[in-house]
T-cell receptor, first 112, second 110 residues
């Protein structure tokens, strides 16, 4: 099993550009999550999903959108990139809310 | 939203036992306490999870008092490779939000 995979690993965007961060898991987990981690800081939950077709906001959802059309995929969309969105983005999945989360390797995004 | 509180940083020496405490005053009845470890440039990794009293695995122990308002992660005989950030996480059953603490930056010295 590959676990949780994220693409791309690195990306530089200009202000106002859009992009989609991809996340795929092959563990058949119902729960998936998107976090951002600013330099030297902890993780903040952006969005999460409890199953295909169901998503909900986390702590910092503004400026982002998600969709969950399949169990495996949970893409994160940035519509109008801003410098404040410069961060490392981690995707994670788990069998349940209170059960161990498995994290992907992260996507390092810089907005200039 | 309730949140967790941990020390910002700790230093220790190789071979010693390290205890990191997390406060979670608003923990709900159904919530579990989970600890994660994160190395630089990597995603967090699960260490241990518990509900009450004591849980032990091959990596760590987790102590939770009866009131469950705090928990202590215990790392026995640490080595340099245990230098990392440790996060305490409590699933907030009331509104299904998940809050990571700010983490404790543990630095192990030779």
């Amino acid at each position: 099993n590959a676990g949780v995979t994220q693409t791309p690993k690195f990306r530089i965007l200009k202000i106002g550009q859009s992009m989609t961060l991809q996340c795929t898991q092959d563990m058949n987990h119902n729960y998936m999550y998107w976090y951002r981690q600013d330099p030297g800081m902890g993780l903040k939950l952006i969005y999460y999903s409890v199953g295909a077709g169901i998503t909900d906001k986390g702590e910092v959802p503004n400026g982002y959108n998600v969709s969950r059309s399949t169990t495996e995929d949970f893409p994160l969309r940035l519509e109008l990139a801003a410098p404040s969105q410069t961060s490392v983005y981690f995707c994670a999945s788990s069998p349940g809310l209170t059960i161990e989360q498995f994290f992907g390797p992260g996507t390092r995004l810089t907005v200039l | 939203l309730a949140k967790t509180t941990q020390p910002i940083s700790m230093d220790s020496y190789e071979g010693q036992e390290v205890n990191i405490t997390c406060s979670h005053n608003n923990i709900a009845t159904n919530d579990y306490i989970t600890w994660y470890q994160q190395f630089p440039s990597q995603g967090p990794r699960f260490i241990i999870q518990g509900y009450k009293t004591k849980v032990t695995n091959e990596v760590a122990s987790l102590f939770i008092p009866a009131d469950r308002k705090s928990s202590t992660l215990s790392l026995p005989r640490v080595s340099l490779s245990d230098t990392a950030v440790y996060y305490c996480l409590v699933a907030l059953g009331r509104d299904d939000k998940i809050i990571f603490g700010k983490g404790t930056r543990l630095h192990i010295l030779p």
